[in-house]
């Protein structure tokens, strides 16, 4: 039988309780109940009610999903980084918890996607009304997955972010201090967001959401500078001793060259914590103690 208890609160569904997923699940718990599934469970904070399942097996979503949801967030993460690990995580697992939510009261499915859905490789701006032609299979089933999420027979938002980091997420910061990164100058635009601002980024537009406001189909999240690769290295590499670029380091990502713009997630009352990468990073080379 499903999970069902007393309709005093909100009651939100974080499917993929990851690191991003559980992040937001921690937010939304001050007003809301809050259920995460994943197939750990015991990985959940205490205050975020479990859901064991697996979203590419629809029998362990068969009674296993709490009643009279408000909202679901869609939040996975590939267990593999080819396209059949793309499509069982964006588009399969999806499709799945839809047909499991059949009949359920849902005012609004929040879709995690990426702006690896753009290719645009000009430095040109983009926005959320700009062609989206991915370049690779990871963005291509993306990409599906968004348009199975807008076409579903719930109100759906898709919000899609560039490059996360953050005190989880150290890879980029930890390659520089190594010497694995050395960007060739003037480097591609890159495009990124602090993992604290990304979760508080869905927490207010899923609260908006609760709220009863109008929520547009699509946002960009991403923070404020967009800038070239080298410009970040070179900023790291003066606030903290690194490495000198060590033979086959890096060159850049394979993201194109483009400028994100968050207007539009601006504009809907958001505030960044972490504006550039600056004070991102700037507070994680304080955490480390490192000068």
Known sequence: MA???????????????GKLGGAIASL????????GLRRRTNLLADDIRPVSADLTD????????????DIVIYCLTPSRYDDQGYHDAYVRGLKNLLAALSGQPVKRLIFISSTGVYSQDDDSWVNESSPT??????????????????NSQFPATVI??????????????????EGRMNPHSPAPY??????????????????????????????????CEPVRLDDVVNWVREQIPCASPVEGARTGGRAGSKRCCNQRLLDSGFTFRYPDFRSGYRAMIDETGQQ
Do not use: W
């Open 160 to 177: 899609r972010f560039s490059g996360i980091y953050g005190p989880s997420r150290r890879r980029f910061l930890q390659e520089v201090i």
């Open 3 to 17: 999970m069902t208890d007393s309709k005093d609160r909100a009651r939100v569904l974080v499917a993929g309780c």
């Open 133 to 150: 032609q991915p370049a690779r299979f990871s963005g291509e089933q993306i990409l599906a997955g968004e348009t199975l999420a807008l």
């Open 190 to 223: 890159s495009n990124r967001i602090h993992e604290e601002d990304a979760a508080a980024a869905v927490h207010h537009l899923a609260t908006r959401a609760l709220e009863g406001d109008t929520l547009a189909d699509c946002y960009i999240g991403t923070d």
């Open 58 to 69: 629809p029998a362990s979503l068969t009674d296993s999903l709490p009643d009279d949801l």
């Open 28 to 35: 939304l718990t001050a007003d809301a109940t809050v259920f």
